[in-house]
């Protein structure tokens, strides 16, 4: 078991590395009516997703290694990816359709970017009640499609110290992953990171990109042999 696992977290990291200076896949690339197709190379070019630079280095390794073990479900062969994926991401556009939830795909990597005005108050953790509808629905499909770690980052605007900011994205990110756990995902899937302000998607000189700058991203990882 630990082999297979190792031998997944391998490939994993190794396609994120690679994916991160590749355009992005949407499932809907070659689709000009695509909604999400502009906004997504948009997102991915300003560095969106845990995996193409939060989680990075030995110690990721090994909390992605932990999350893989904790998982407790078998990994995907290499040809499967892409067609689990590909499922996943398209049951995720469907529940996410007029929420406010971009959904991106980045090779194998699918993340769920969830702007911070329709998930939290401003400068609060809590999660906005009105939102509990939407994470139930991510929790339904990541309890269908359990071979994914679930890397989940907060991100704020660069209104504040640097600590600060550093402090709520964290709070952020953990608020989210209590909320899934709650809803019966496995806690040892899950990853949290605060990035603060050092990500923008946006210009932080206004109020509405400062708006999407303060966000939780959730890339769901496959879980590979």
Known sequence: ???????????ALASALLMTGCASYTGQTNDPNDP???????LVGAGIGAVAGLLSGDSATERRQHAMIGA?????????????QDR????????????????????????????????????QADIQPQFYPVLNNVASTLRQYEQTVIEIAGHTDNQGSASY???????RAQA???????????????????AGF?????????????????????TLVPIQQ
């Open 36 to 42: 999400n197709r502009t906004r997504t190379g948009a």
């Open 176 to 194: 989210v992953s209590q909320y899934l756990g709650g809803q019966g995902i496995n806690q040892q899937r899950m990853i949290t990171v605060g």
């Open 198 to 218: 050092s990500r923008p998607i946006a210009d932080n000189g206004t109020e509405a990109g400062r708006a999407q700058n303060r966000r939780v991203e959730i």
């Open 72 to 84: 407790g479900v078998g990994a995907l062969a290499g040809g499967a990816v892409g067609s689990y």
């Open 88 to 123: 996943q991401e398209a049951e995720l556009r469907r529940q996410m359709a007029g929420t406010g939830v971009d959904v991106v795909r980045q090779g194998d990597n699918i993340t769920l970017n969830m702007p911070g005005n329709v998930t939290f108050g401003f400068d």
């Open 1 to 11: 078991m630990r082999k297979s696992v190792t031998t997944g977290l391998t490939a």
């Open 165 to 171: 900011n550093q402090q709520l994205s964290e709070r």
